[in-house]
């Protein structure tokens, strides 16, 4: 408890870090968001449980300070650019179909049957684990969070409180984004949305991309 009280100012900074990476839209979000609006709830909550995997997988990179070694090759980190990049480009390909699918009368906002469970999961994973800006963020957390020579239970409480907010938040977009008011209003404007989805994949697939470069 002594130890907590005293960097208390860093413990509360590195959470703010965390708050701010984890709301700011970005293409976890955008695929929460996408996923539980096109496929209903139970698809949504599930690739939000899929980016949370893949945070969990930074985080214990990052504690572990595997993070941190990764981001002195930047050959390594430019293929994950690179890949993550054409990853959202083809997220970007796949919502711009749906723009251009025609609207029936009583059609549903939903292709769930499209998508198995298990492909929705690993979609999130993926998306967050080729994401660099994931990589950053876990290692500024502890960098900040963490002064040298800090104990475990330190460390479970940076990477534990931030993983328990990120967790909060992304199946809280789920929700949101899943209701049947959210239903109705994405079938009021189905493909500009999609649009708009896809738009919003392919900037960041190429922003990825080019950062690499």
């Known amino acids: 408890m002594s130890e907590l009280m005293q960097n208390l100012p860093q ?33 949504g909550l599930t690739i939000a449980l899929g980016i949370f995997a893949g945070s969990f997988t930074w985080a214990m990179a990052a504690a572990l300070g595997m993070a941190a070694l990764l981001t002195r090759y930047a ?48 979609t999130g994973y993926a998306i967050h684990l080729t994401n660099p800006k994931a990589v950053f963020a876990w290692v500024a957390i502890i960098s900040l969070g963490l002064p040298a020579g800090a104990s ?42 999609d649009a708009l989805m896809a738009a919003m994949f392919g900037a960041a697939g190429v922003k990825m991309i080019s950062s690499a470069f």
């Open 75 to 122: 050959e390594v980190l430019n293929v994950l650019k690179i890949v993550g990049g054409f990853y959202l480009l083809y997220l970007a390909y796949k919502a711009s179909r749906g723009a251009l699918r025609p609207t029936v009368r009583g059609d549903l906002p939903t292709i769930a049957v499209e998508t198995s469970i298990r492909r929705t999961f690993l």
């Open 152 to 193: 475990g239970s330190a460390v479970a409480l940076i990477v534990g409180g931030c993983l328990a907010t990120g967790l909060t938040i992304f199946i809280g977009y789920a929700l949101l984004f899943s209701t049947k008011r959210a239903a109705r209003l994405y079938q009021s404007a189905r493909r500009p949305l």
């Open 11 to 43: 413990v509360a900074a590195a959470y703010m870090l965390y708050l701010v990476a984890v709301i700011s839209p970005g293409p976890a979000i955008i695929a929460i968001i996408s996923t539980s609006l096109n496929q209903g709830r139970q698809r």
